[in-house]
């Protein structure tokens, strides 16, 4: 059961490894969709709202569900996958707060972005998810 940090992206990476081992995971990083993130903060850390790990590779990004497991979480379902080209495209203006920040991402099936907050503790690998995909709309 994974309770810290450490252990949760080692779950991520060991699932992202099993769906095929010749792209490793370079980047894992928990977000949640919700309108309020100070009410999720109230509420438990975003009981009702949906969540997912990001896991980056040399060639996709992957979104699982977060599934809750005791006092951790572990890697669900895979919900969406898509090649960084296409995730660079589809990422909007990051915003870097204090508590929190966000993105807006453009999900399949959805006609206007998503917002998607990522929390405190996440902030250094979602800025290496943000270098990443940088990179990847400069190669364009």
Partial sequence: MAVRKAATIKQVEQTVREMDPTD??????????????????LLG??????????????????????????L???????????????AA???GEVRRQLLWSSFPFVLPGHDAPIRMHV????????????TDLATATARR
Avoid: K, M
């Avoid at 990083?29 to 100070?38: A, C, H, K, M, T």
């Fill in 89 to 91: 495209r589809r990422i």
């Fill in 119 to 130: 929390r405190r503790g996440w902030r250094r690998e979602f800025a290496r998810f943000t």
């Fill in 24 to 41: 490793p995971p370079l980047t894992v990083f928990g977000v949640f969709l919700d309108d309020s993130p100070w009410l999720s903060c």
């Fill in 72 to 86: 951790g979480q572990r890697p669900g379902n895979l919900v969406y996958s898509f090649d960084r080209d296409d």
């Fill in 45 to 70: 850390g975003g009981l009702d709202a949906d969540t997912y790990f990001v896991t980056t590779t040399a060639r996709s990004v992957h979104f699982h569900q977060v599934r809750p497991r005791g």
